[in-house]
């Protein structure tokens, strides 16, 4: 099962998850306030996160679309291997009561991969 050391202002964590999971829902499904505030559906970038170590090969169109300088689209990427992240937008930092509309386990929209 692939880890995932996660960069935090409070210190690292580190989580392990499944195999294939998206990681907008890896993070949140560990406890980390990552914001999604469109679902998890590529309409928005409040899901954005650095990815410093283990940056997935592959992208979707939607993602590609919204051309997020130095970051990815954790609602777009499968987890697949090892890799660290920092989440830039929380739910802590953004004075928000909900990170979003929960994502589906699948990506949304269907996936394009370029």
């Known amino acids: 099962m692939p880890i995932i050391i996660v960069k935090l202002d409070e210190g ?12 907008v ?5 560990n406890g980390i306030d990552v914001s999604h505030r469109c679902g998890g559906n590529a309409k928005c970038t409040t899901c954005s996160c ?11 169109e939607a993602e590609k679309l919204k051309n997020v300088k ?8 499968l987890v697949e291997g090892d890799m660290i992240v920092k989440p830039l937008m929380r739910v802590k930092n953004m004075d928000w009561d909900s990170p979003g509309g929960t994502p ?3 990506i949304t929209p269907d996936p394009v991969w370029i």
């Open 50 to 60: 650095e990815i410093t170590e283990g940056n997935p090969s592959k992208m979707t």
């Open 12 to 23: 690292d964590r580190k989580i392990e998850v499944e195999h294939g999971v998206r990681l």
């Open 25 to 29: 829902l890896a993070l949140a499904d």
């Open 70 to 77: 130095n970051a990815r689209l954790s609602c777009q990427i």
């Open 104 to 106: 589906k386990k699948e």
